[in-house]
C-alpha cells in the first residue's frame, strides 16, 4: 500500500505521470465522474484549512465519491487527548483513504504506520505539503512548458513555510534548477533544508531584496509570513509586510514569468497583481482538485479510465 508523506516518497517519473494523470483529468473531466463510486475519504484537519479540505472534498466527490469528516479541530476527539495512532486505526475502519493535516510535523508520517488505509499528508506544522507542490509543479509546466532549467525565486516566510520545503524537495527530482532564496534574516530557510539543497548539489543563492532578483527570474514563488507559527507576536508584527508585490515593483519582472502564492495571501501580493497574465495563483487553486483526483486514484490504485492502467506501483 502506497501512502503520501514526502515528496521524496514519489519518483520522478511518478510525479510525471500523476501530472499526467491530472491534465487528462482536467482535459475531460466527465471521463472521471464515476471511477471512484462507493468509495469513502475521510479528512482529518487538525489545523484551519479552506483550500486544501476544499478541494480534497471536491475532488473525492468529482469521482464519485464520498466525503466524512468532522468541522473543526476542537471537535474531534484529538482534544480528549487520543493518540494520533489509535484515531487512524479507528478511521481506518470506516474510510478508504485519509487526508491528514496536522500542526505536528511527523503527524502523517506516524499515521501511515498504524493505517490500512492510504495516508496522505495534507500539511504537517511547518514540514512538508506535498499535494499543494503537485500543484504547484503543474501550474508552472503548464505555464512554462518544463520543470527543468529554472531560476526559481522564493520569497517571504522559508522558515516556516512547509510549501517551500516541499517544492524543494520534490524539485531535487529536476534537473538544472536553481533558486534564489529571498527573506529576512529572521526568515531564512532552516539549516536541514540548507544542508538538503548542498547534499544534493542545488544551487541557491541568499538575499533579503526582492528587486535586484526579479529581471533573472523564471518563476516567483510568494509564501505568507506564518503567523500561526511564532513564538513572539512582537517578532510576527516587525516582520509582517517585509515584502509587498505590485504591478510597479513586477514591471522590473520578465513579461511569462508566472507569480506563484499558495494562499492564502495577507498584503505580500496587492490585488492590482490580480489582473496582469502573470498572476497564476487562482489558476494553482483550480489545478489543486485536478492533482488531489490525480493523487486519490493513484493511491487507490484505480486504473485511469483513459489509459485502462494504474499510476503508480504498489
Ligand atoms: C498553505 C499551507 O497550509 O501551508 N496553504 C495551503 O495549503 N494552500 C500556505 C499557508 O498557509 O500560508
Same mark, same amino acid.
Given at each position: 500500500?502506497?501512502?503520501l508523506?514526502?515528496? =521524496?516518497?514519489?519518483?520522478?517519473?511518478?510525479?510525471?505521470? %500523476?501530472? $499526467? @494523470?491530472?491534465?487528462?483529468? +482536467?482535459? &475531460?473531466?466527465?471521463?472521471?465522474?464515476?471511477v471512484?463510486?462507493?468509495?469513502?475519504?475521510?479528512?482529518?484537519?487538525?489545523?484551519p484549512?479552506?483550500?486544501?479540505?476544499?478541494?480534497?472534498?471536491?475532488?473525492m466527490?468529482?469521482?464519485?465519491?464520498?466525503?466524512?469528516?468532522?468541522?473543526?479541530?476542537?471537535?474531534?476527539?484529538?482534544?480528549?487527548?487520543?493518540?494520533?495512532?489509535?484515531?487512524?486505526?479507528?478511521?481506518?475502519?470506516?474510510?478508504?483513504?485519509?487526508?491528514?493535516?496536522?500542526?505536528?510535523?511527523?503527524?502523517?508520517?506516524?499515521?501511515?504506520?498504524?493505517?490500512?488505509?492510504?495516508?496522505?499528508?495534507?500539511?504537517?506544522?511547518?514540514?512538508?505539503?506535498?499535494?499543494?507542490?503537485?500543484?504547484? =509543479?503543474?501550474?508552472?509546466?503548464r505555464?512554462?512548458?518544463? %520543470?527543468? $532549467? @529554472?531560476?526559481?525565486?522564493? +520569497?517571504? &516566510?522559508?522558515?516556516?513555510?512547509?510549501?517551500?520545503?516541499?517544492?524543494?524537495?520534490?524539485?531535487?527530482?529536476?534537473?538544472?534548477?536553481?533558486?534564489?532564496?529571498?527573506?529576512?534574516?529572521?526568515?531564512?530557510?532552516?539549516?536541514?533544508?540548507?544542508?538538503?539543497?548542498?547534499?544534493?548539489?542545488?544551487?541557491?543563492?541568499?538575499?533579503?531584496?526582492?528587486?535586484?532578483?526579479?529581471?533573472?527570474?523564471?518563476v516567483?514563488?510568494?509564501?505568507?509570513?506564518?503567523?500561526?507559527?511564532?513564538?513572539?507576536?512582537?517578532?510576527?508584527?516587525?516582520?509582517?509586510?517585509?515584502?509587498?508585490?505590485?504591478?510597479?515593483?513586477?514591471?522590473k519582472?520578465?513579461?511569462?514569468?508566472?507569480?506563484?502564492?499558495?494562499?492564502?495571501?495577507?498584503?505580500?501580493?496587492?490585488?492590482?497583481?490580480?489582473?496582469?497574465?502573470?498572476?497564476?495563483?487562482?489558476?494553482?487553486?483550480?489545478?489543486?482538485?485536478?492533482?488531489?483526483?490525480?493523487?486519490?486514484?493513484?493511491?487507490?490504485?484505480?486504473?485511469?479510465?483513459?489509459?485502462?492502467?494504474?499510476?503508480?506501483?504498489?
Amino acid at each position: 500500500m502506497r501512502h503520501l508523506i514526502d515528496p =521524496l516518497d514519489l519518483t520522478q517519473q511518478e510525479i510525471t505521470q %500523476l501530472l $499526467d @494523470l491530472a491534465d487528462r483529468i +482536467c482535459a &475531460d473531466p466527465a471521463a472521471y465522474q464515476e471511477v471512484a463510486n462507493h468509495k469513502k475519504l475521510a479528512t482529518l484537519f487538525y489545523e484551519p484549512s479552506t483550500r486544501t479540505r476544499l478541494s480534497f472534498e471536491a475532488a473525492m466527490l468529482n469521482l464519485g465519491g464520498h466525503v466524512l469528516g468532522f468541522p473543526s479541530e476542537n471537535v474531534s476527539s484529538a482534544t480528549k487527548g487520543e493518540s494520533v495512532a489509535d484515531t487512524i486505526r479507528v478511521v481506518s475502519c470506516y474510510a478508504d483513504i485519509v487526508a491528514m493535516r496536522h500542526p505536528k510535523e511527523g503527524a502523517p508520517l506516524r499515521a501511515s504506520r498504524y493505517s490500512r488505509i492510504p495516508v496522505i499528508n495534507a500539511g504537517d506544522g511547518g514540514h512538508q505539503h506535498p499535494t499543494q507542490t503537485l500543484t504547484d =509543479l503543474m501550474t508552472i509546466r503548464r505555464r512554462m512548458g518544463r %520543470l527543468d $532549467d @529554472l531560476t526559481i525565486g522564493l +520569497c517571504g &516566510d522559508l522558515k516556516y513555510g512547509r510549501t517551500v520545503h516541499s517544492l524543494l524537495h520534490f524539485l531535487q527530482r529536476y534537473h538544472n534548477v536553481q533558486f534564489y532564496l529571498i527573506a529576512p534574516d529572521a526568515l531564512k530557510l532552516p539549516d536541514y533544508m540548507v544542508k538538503f539543497l548542498k547534499d544534493n548539489n542545488m544551487p541557491f543563492c541568499e538575499v533579503d531584496s526582492i528587486d535586484e532578483v526579479l529581471p533573472e527570474l523564471d518563476v516567483l514563488y510568494m509564501t505568507r509570513i506564518q503567523q500561526e507559527r511564532f513564538f513572539n507576536e512582537e517578532e510576527y508584527l516587525r516582520l509582517k509586510g517585509c515584502y509587498q508585490l505590485d504591478e510597479a515593483l513586477l514591471q522590473k519582472a520578465p513579461q511569462d514569468m508566472p507569480v506563484l502564492h499558495p494562499l492564502p495571501r495577507i498584503d505580500e501580493i496587492s490585488t492590482d497583481v490580480d489582473n496582469d497574465p502573470r498572476a497564476a495563483y487562482f489558476d494553482q487553486v483550480h489545478n489543486g482538485v485536478y492533482i488531489r483526483m490525480a493523487i486519490i486514484l493513484a493511491l487507490l490504485g484505480i486504473p485511469d479510465p483513459l489509459t485502462g492502467k494504474t499510476v503508480l506501483d504498489h
